[in-house]
């Protein structure tokens, strides 16, 4: 496996995360804030394997198609963060918001390790879904949200 350098988490694990994990029947698992963000804030970081784009390549081919949503490109999809391992971290079990998410994606150095980590794009309140655009591609729950729309708007 053309696996990179493990990134450095100690300053992660120190950072305390203020989110909780709620269950849902739809899409399985969000991220909600237990207690508040300011604008700007780190909210929790997207951790996985650090993979280069060939990697991820191959992983996309024998991965079951549940898991490939897991694989985060990111610099021109040199790199990736895969996240499909459930190790119990929090950011990969943030969902999609297009429209109005409350995080954005940023990639951080640590030490020359990239991590990509979620911001507060706004002041975030006590018990809100914690939320980021996952950018482009095929997302199917946006269409049924976009059915749902179309049969209410001709009601
Ligand atoms: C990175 S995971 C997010 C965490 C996931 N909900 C879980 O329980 O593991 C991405 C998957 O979550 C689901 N998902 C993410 N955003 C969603 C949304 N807005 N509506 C419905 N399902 C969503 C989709 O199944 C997607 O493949």
Not at 114 to 126: G, T, V, Y
């Amino acid at each position: 496996l053309s696996v990179l350098k493990a990134p450095e988490r100690a300053w992660q694990q120190s950072s305390g995360i203020n989110c909780s994990l709620v269950s849902f029947p739809v899409c399985r698992h969000g991220l909600f804030a237990v207690g508040s963000f300011r604008q700007g804030d780190f909210v929790v970081e997207y951790r996985g394997d650090l993979i280069d784009g060939t990697e991820a390549e191959r992983r996309r081919k024998v991965y079951h198609q549940s898991k490939t949503v897991y694989i985060f490109l990111f610099l021109l999809s040199i790199l990736s963060i895969d996240a499909f391992r459930e190790d119990n971290s929090f950011g990969r079990l943030v969902n999609d918001e297009h429209r109005h998410p409350n995080c954005r994606m940023k990639r951080i150095e640590v030490e020359g390790s990239p991590h990509l980590c979620l911001f507060a794009l706004k002041d975030i309140k006590d018990g809100e879904e914690i939320t980021y655009d996952y950018g482009g591609g095929d997302c199917p729950w946006r269409m049924q949200v976009c059915l749902m729309t179309a049969q209410y708007s001709n009601v």
